[in-house]
């Protein structure tokens, strides 16, 4: 069952939502109904099935996981999609991983999705011997999370520097990097001689400068590189003249 989204008719004339603080309800979570024999055949144990969103989903504990997948491995689930963590670090101490694994030969079968949750500082079972995909995407993980996939044969960042600070998808970290982040490109390319002559770094993205036309069109008029590719636009704009004073 797919969960249905409500009529966009008119969307851009109206606001999509009326209250800003609204929570979207849970999928409902259906039985496996003919699938249940197939998933209770498997040797690793489950502790939990059901269909959601047209997916089936099974939670296995954490030291399960390469059991589990491995056997689904070997019945034709041949193919990692997609794996990911979530932080529940504030509700229990968690991190919830889900792993989207697919059939090839038999498209029309359900994508599977396997659940399971580490405890912070826990390890977990690398699924690199199985996945090439696994590579970046456990990479990709500890980057953001600072999870440990155990047997992955080259562990380092993927998106951050090496020598980055902190894990930036936590829900701990701040929103706009904190104070290392702020510092980061100007220690690495000036030095930290010119902390006081060059300043932090401007990280808000939601903050805008009317008056930068090197970096961005500045608010209200061209920018210098559209008024000579443009010179005829600049006629239609009443602030001209000002942005001739500017220079």
């Given at each position: ?9 008119n ?39 059901y ?14 996981i ?6 689904l491995?070997?019945?034709g ?26 059939k090839?030969e ?75 982040a ?66």
């Amino acid at each position: 069952m797919i969960r249905q989204n409500p009529p966009k008719a008119n969307a851009q004339k109206s606001v999509y939502y009326t209250n800003r603080f609204d929570v979207m309800p849970t999928s409902p979570m259906l039985p496996l109904g003919e699938s249940q024999s197939f998933f209770q055949a498997l040797h690793t144990p489950i502790t939990q099935s059901y269909i959601q969103n047209d997916l089936i989903t099974l939670w296995v504990e954490s030291t399960q996981i390469l059991p589990l997948i491995r056997e689904l491995y070997a019945l034709g689930y041949d193919f990692l999609t997609e794996m990911s963590a979530i932080d529940k670090l504030e509700e229990n101490n968690e991190f919830e991983l889900f792993y989207l694994l697919l059939k090839l030969e038999d498209t029309s079968s359900k994508r599977l999705k396997i659940k399971t949750k580490i405890k912070k500082g826990e390890h977990i079972a690398s699924l690199t011997p199985l996945f090439k995909s696994a590579n970046w995407s456990e990479r990709e993980c500890f980057d953001m999370f600072g999870i440990i996939f155990d047997g992955h044969p080259y562990l380092q960042r993927l998106l951050m520097p090496k020598d980055w600070v902190g894990h930036p998808l936590l829900k701990s970290y701040p929103l706009q990097g904190d104070e290392y982040a702020a510092w980061y490109e100007v220690d690495k390319i000036f030095g930290k001689e010119y902390r006081q002559i060059i300043g932090p770094e401007q990280r808000d993205s939601a903050r805008i400068d009317r008056n930068d036309d090197k970096n961005f069109s500045t608010i209200s008029f061209e920018s210098r590189y559209q008024e000579s590719k443009a010179p005829t636009l600049l006629k239609s704009f009443k602030s001209s003249k000002e942005l001739k004073e500017r220079r």
